[in-house]
Nanobody, 119 residues
Framework: QVQLVESGGGSVQAGGSLRLSCAAS????????MGWFPQAPGKEREIVAG????????YYADSVKGRFSISRDKVKNTVHLQMNSLRPEDTAVYYC????????????WGQGTQVTVSS
C-alpha cells in the first residue's frame, strides 16, 4: 500500500502563496495520476488540480486556473501544488490522492493539510 503524506499547509493572507507537497512512500509508486482535493467544512471534496504520472499532463479546475500549478518529481515520488494569489475561499483541508488508472476514481488518500487564507 502506497502511503501519501502531505505537507506545506499553513495560514496566509489573501494574495499570498503556499506550496503543498505530497510524498508517496511504502512501495514503488505505480499510480497513473495524482490530484489535489480541497474540502471546506460542509462541502464536498472536489479536485482542483491533477497530473498524470508518466506524461505529466495536467488538469485544473476553473476556479484555480492561472493561480495554481501542479508538478511532479518522478525521482522523489512527490507531487507539488504551488498556490499563488490565494483567496479566502481557498481555505480548506487539502488532500492528495492517487489512482491506478485514469479510468477509475481516486482511491488512495493522504491525511490532509490545512490551508487557511485570511482577508
Amino acid at each position: 500500500q502506497v502511503q501519501l503524506v502531505e505537507s506545506g499547509g499553513g495560514s496566509v493572507q489573501a494574495g499570498g502563496s503556499l506550496r503543498l507537497s505530497c510524498a508517496a512512500s511504502g512501495r514503488t509508486f505505480n499510480g497513473a495520476a495524482m490530484g489535489w482535493f480541497p474540502q471546506a467544512p460542509g462541502k464536498e471534496r472536489e479536485i482542483v488540480a491533477g497530473i498524470t504520472w508518466n506524461s505529466g499532463t495536467t488538469y485544473y479546475a476553473d476556479s484555480v486556473k492561472g493561480r495554481f500549478s501542479i508538478s511532479r518529481d518522478k525521482v522523489k515520488n512527490t507531487v507539488h501544488l504551488q498556490m499563488n494569489s490565494l483567496r479566502p475561499e481557498d481555505t480548506a483541508v487539502y488532500y492528495c490522492a492517487t489512482r491506478p488508472s485514469t479510468a477509475v476514481p481516486y482511491n488512495n488518500w493522504g491525511q490532509g493539510t490545512q490551508v487557511t487564507v485570511s482577508s
